[in-house]
């Protein structure tokens, strides 16, 4: 027997839905659970999902000054939030490597907290060696109430890096 998908979302929010293998199957629906069953709704019937989808990466907002750094480090204080910088170079092949991945963490803890990342060669070489303190790239650091909070220096692979800095976070979030 073929159902609408007027009469099988009926069915759902009623409580009737019937058992999913009698329900019809098409690439272009979206299968929903409802019940004891599924009910499969087209997207011209989603309208009632409110509901945005999240992006799945972020850039990360550039700092390209002393004065910027201040400025969103003294934003994150107010915020009693930590913030991410990485620190890299463009000609550094990590770093370009690195960067897609920063962009999905970004993406990820977008709730969380902010990840922002400076370009060696567009800034002074104070704010690189004096303020962050940076000699290796990419440098990842966290920074809490205008400090340095820890840091990870990217001589391993991305995927170690990116665990590490989801433990950063996690570690930060303990310091409060």
């Known amino acids: 027997m073929t159902t609408t998908v007027a009469q099988d979302l009926s069915a759902c929010l009623t409580g009737t839905s019937r058992d999913a293998g009698a329900l019809p ?77 920063m962009e999905k963490l970004a993406a990820a803890y977008q709730d969380q907290i902010k990840f922002y990342c400076v370009d060696l060669n567009s800034v002074p070489k104070a704010l690189v060696v004096d303020r962050g303190g940076v000699s290796k790239f990419p440098t990842i650091q966290l920074w809490k109430d205008g400090r340095r909070m820890d840091e990870i220096i990217g001589g391993k692979e991305a995927w170690q890096i990116m665990e590490d800095i989801r433990n950063m976070i996690g570690r930060s979030k303990s310091r409060l």
């Open 25 to 101: 199957r098409a690439s272009s629906r979206f299968a929903r659970g409802c019940g004891g069953g599924v009910v499969v709704v087209s997207p011209q019937a989603a309208w009632f999902q409110k509901t945005e989808p999240r992006p799945t990466s972020l850039p990360l907002e550039p700092i390209g000054s002393e004065a910027q750094l201040d400025q969103v480090l003294e934003e994150a204080q107010e915020r009693k939030q930590a913030v991410i910088i990485e620190w890299s170079a463009a000609w550094c092949r990590k770093c370009i490597f690195l960067k897609p991945k």
